[in-house]
C-alpha cells in the first residue's frame, strides 16, 4: 500500500472513530434525558463540525485540546458565527467532552477553562391580539387543507403547544368532554392542557369532516394528516404559517413559535400567574418563563408611550 493510500485509510479510520463514539454520547443523553430529535441532531452537527476541522489539522476529536477548541471558536466567529450560536455549540462540546471524561476516555475536559460567550436574551417575536385574529382567519376552511391549517392554528394559539408536539398529536391524546389534550413534552414530561370552547368546536367539526374529506380510506391517528396519511413536517407546517401570515398582511418576522410565544404573553396581559403559565408551556425552570413577564412589560411601556397624553 502507498503512503497516501495508507494516509486516506487512516484518515477514513479517524472519521469513522469520532462518528461512532459522537454516536455513543447521542444515546447516552438520549436516554439520560430523553432529549428531542431536534436537539440531538443540533448536537451531532456540532459535533460532526468540530470533528471535521480538526481533522483537517490532523488532530483527533478525543485529542482536542483547550487551544484546539479556542482556535475552532475564533475561526467561525471570523466567519461570523453570532454569540448565541457559539454559546450553543460551546454548550455542545462541553456535554461531550464531559461524557468522555465521565467514561473513562479522556483525563481532562478541555472545554473546563473556556468562558461561555456573553450573550443578551432575545425577546421572542410575538403577535397582538387583532394580528392573532388576522391570522386565524386566513385560512379558507371551505376547503379541507384550509379547514385543518384553521384548526391547527386554533389549537396552537389556545394550548401553546411547541410545533413539534402540535403535527405530532394523535387523536388518542385529545379529550373533548374534558376539553384538554395530554402531551409528552420534553424530557417525557406529561402535562395536560385545556382546549377552550373555541378549539374544542374547530377539532370536533374537523374530525367529522374535512379530515375525512383529506384521509379518505386511509387509516391513521394523527389529528392532523397530510393528504398521504402522514405526519406534517416542522418545515410544511412553517411555511403554512409564513403563507397564512403575508396573506393576513402581518410583516413582523415570525418564527415557528411565534404562536406559543404570543399564547403565553396574552395570558400574562391578561393577569395570568406566571407559575401557572410554565406549565402549559413545559417549562422546566421558572427562569424560562420569565422572559414572557419582559415581553408583557414591553407591550405596556409601549401602549403607554402611545396613548397617554404625556407618554
Known sequence: ??????????????????????????????????????????????????????????????????????????????????????????????RFFRYLVREGVIREDPTSRIAMPKVGRALPQSLTEQEVVSLLSAPVV???????????????????????????????????????????????????????????TWIREFVNGARMEILLERQTDYLFPTRRGDCMTRQAFWHIIKRYAAKAGIEKKLSPHTLRHAFATHLLNHGADLRVVQLLLGHSDLSTTQIYTHVARERMKELHGRHHPRG
Not at 401553546?160 to 420534553?186: A, C, D, T, W, Y
Request: glycine content about 6%; hydrophobic content about 45%; charged content about 25%.
Open 142 to 200: 371551505t376547503d379541507p387543507l384550509g379547514h385543518r391549517d384553521r384548526t391547527m392554528l386554533e389549537v396552537l394559539y389556545a394550548t401553546g403547544l411547541r410545533v413539534s408536539e402540535l403535527i405530532s398529536l394523535r387523536i388518542s391524546q385529545i379529550n373533548l368532554n374534558q376539553g384538554v389534550v395530554r402531551v409528552i413534552g420534553k424530557g417525557d414530561r406529561e402535562r395536560l392542557i385545556p382546549l377552550g370552547d373555541e378549539a374544542q
Open 1 to 94: 500500500m502507498s503512503h497516501n493510500a495508507l494516509q486516506v485509510s487512516q484518515d477514513s479510520d479517524a472519521r469513522g472513530a469520532a462518528k461512532a463514539l459522537i454516536e455513543r454520547f447521542l444515546d447516552a443523553i438520549w436516554m439520560e434525558r430523553g432529549l428531542s430529535e431536534n436537539t440531538l441532531g443540533a448536537y451531532r452537527a456540532d459535533l460532526n463540525a468540530l470533528s471535521r476541522r480538526l481533522a483537517a489539522r490532523d488532530v483527533m476529536l478525543v485529542a482536542a485540546s483547550r487551544a484546539d477548541l479556542l482556535d475552532y471558536i475564533a475561526w467561525r466567529v471570523e466567519a461570523g458565527a453570532k454569540p448565541r450560536s457559539t454559546a450553543r455549540q460551546l454548550s455542545s462540546f462541553r
